[in-house]
C-alpha cells in the first residue's frame, strides 16, 4: 500500500521525527495526527496561552484518555474474569489504573522522557507522568479510534506489564488489608452489622465499617463475611480516593 | 440483505417478542443477542443460582455499562465543548451521569418497565433503575461494540433527553452552589487559600473548601477566583459522590 511507503518518508522529514520514533517503539505504530500527540506531553506547566486567554496543555487529553483507559480496562477483566463479581472487577481496575500504577507505567514506556514541563514540576506536580500517559491514551483515542485504542493498550500495556494472576492473588482479602492498614496507623476499626434486607431465598446482611467511628463504607451480601468483604473494599476504594491508602 | 428480511422473523418467533419489539422502540435496532438483554434487566433480587453457586444478575453488566457510559460521554463532551477546561468537562458528565439521571431517564425511555425484579426492591434499592439503564448500556457494548453503543447513547439518548445548553447555564458558579447548599444545612463554610505554587509566569494559587473545619477540596488556579470555583467544583463532586448533594 502506499501508504506504508509514504509514511516513513513523512516521519523522516518531520521535524518531530524523534517523537515518531519513540512513538513507534513504544506502541508499535506512526502516529497519525502528530500534533495531538505533542498536546498530550505538554504539561500545564508548559501552556500555551492563545490570542483569546485560553491556555492549552494536556489537561483535557487527560481527562478524556481516564475516562477511556477506565472503559477499556473495564472490558477487559469483564472478559477476563467471567465468574467474578462487580465488586472484584472494581478493586482490579482501581489497582491497574491507580495514581501509583500510571506513574510507574509512564517511566516504564518511557513516556516520561517525553514530557514537557518546567524544570520544578516534577516536584511539585507528584501525578504528572501518569497523567501524561493518560493524556496520551486521549490521543491515540482520538487519532485512531477505540478498537485501536484497546488493542494498543491490552497488547502493549495489560499483556506486558501486568500480570493479572498476581494482580489478583496480592491482597484481595480486602478485610485482612483494612485490619493491617488501621493497626498501623493506629486508627479504630469495627466492624457492625447493621441490618437486613429481603427475605427468604434474598436476604442480604448490610455491614458498615467504621473508622474512629465515622462509618466509611457499607457491605452487602448474603452472609455477614461477604458483607464484610464488600464493606472493606469500599473502604478501601474511599480511603484510595482519598490518597490516603495508595 | 438476507438477514434483514430473517430478523423481523426470527423476532416474531422468538419467546422474547415483547423484548426485542420494546428495544427496537426505545433505540431503532433489533438486538443479536437477546440473553445479554434479558440479563441486563435483571436485578439482583432476581438473581438466578448457578450449581456452582454463583448467582448470576445485571450487576457485572452494569459495572462494563457506567465504564463504557463515562467514555462516551466524556468524548462527546470533549468534542461539544472545544474551549472548556477539564473541570467543566467533568462537573458536565458528573450531571448527566448522576443516579438521580440516570433512574430518570430509566423512567422516561420505558426501561424501568421491562426489569425483573422483585416486588419490594423498588423500595429498597433506590438506583435500581438507573442500575439498569447502566447494565444495558453494557449489554449493547457486548452485543453491538463501541462504535455503535457511542451512536445509540449519542443519538438516543443525549440528543433526545439532554439539552447541554440548559444543562451548562444550570449552576456551573460552584462556589455559589456550595454556599447555598451551606447556608441550606447550616454548615459553616470557609474558602482559605493555602499558598502559590510555581513562579512567575506559572504561579498558581492553591485554595481550600474547609466545611465544617474538615477539607473537601482543594483547588489550584492562575486566579484565587479561579481556584475558588475549581475548589468549590471538587467539594461538590465529593458531595455528590457521598451523595449528600445530588
Redesign the interface.
Known amino acids: 500500500m502506499p501508504f506504508e511507503i509514504i509514511r516513513p518518508i513523512r516521519v523522516f522529514l518531520s521535524e518531530d521525527k524523534q517523537l515518531f520514533v519513540a512513538l513507534k517503539n513504544i506502541f508499535g505504530y506512526y502516529p497519525g495526527n502528530i500534533f495531538l500527540y505533542k498536546l498530550a506531553f505538554r504539561h500545564k506547566?508548559q501552556a500555551i496561552e492563545l490570542s483569546?486567554g485560553?491556555?492549552i496543555s494536556n489537561?483535557?487529553l487527560?481527562?478524556?484518555g481516564?475516562?477511556?483507559l477506565?472503559?477499556i480496562?473495564?472490558?477487559h477483566l469483564?472478559k477476563m474474569f467471567p465468574?467474578k463479581?462487580?465488586g472484584f472487577?472494581?478493586e482490579m481496575r482501581s489497582r491497574i489504573v491507580s495514581r501509583a500504577q500510571l506513574n510507574k507505567l509512564s517511566e516504564k514506556l518511557g513516556i516520561d522522557t517525553l514530557i514537557l514541563a518546567?524544570n520544578?514540576s516534577n516536584n511539585?506536580f507528584r501525578s504528572m507522568k501518569g497523567d501524561a500517559f493518560e493524556a496520551l491514551i486521549?490521543a491515540i483515542?482520538l487519532d485512531k479510534?477505540?478498537?485501536f485504542t484497546?488493542r494498543v493498550i491490552i497488547e502493549k500495556v495489560i499483556n506486558q506489564h501486568f500480570d493479572l494472576q498476581d494482580l489478583e492473588n496480592n491482597d484481595t482479602n480486602y478485610k485482612s488489608r483494612i485490619i493491617e492498614w488501621a493497626q498501623r496507623e493506629k486508627r479504630s476499626l469495627e466492624f457492625v452489622t447493621l441490618n437486613e434486607?429481603?427475605?427468604g431465598y434474598?436476604k442480604q446482611y448490610v455491614v458498615d465499617v467504621m473508622v474512629d467511628k465515622i462509618s466509611l463504607g457499607k457491605g452487602r451480601d448474603?452472609s455477614i463475611k461477604g458483607a464484610e468483604q464488600d464493606a472493606a473494599m469500599k473502604a478501601l476504594l474511599h480511603l484510595e480516593?482519598e490518597k490516603i491508602v495508595t
Open positions: 506547566s483569546n485560553n491556555r489537561e483535557r487527560e481527562y478524556l481516564d475516562a477511556i477506565s472503559a480496562v473495564a472490558d469483564f465468574y463479581d462487580e472487577l472494581t518546567n520544578e511539585v486521549g483515542y479510534g477505540y478498537n484497546r434486607v429481603g427475605h434474598n448474603y480516593a
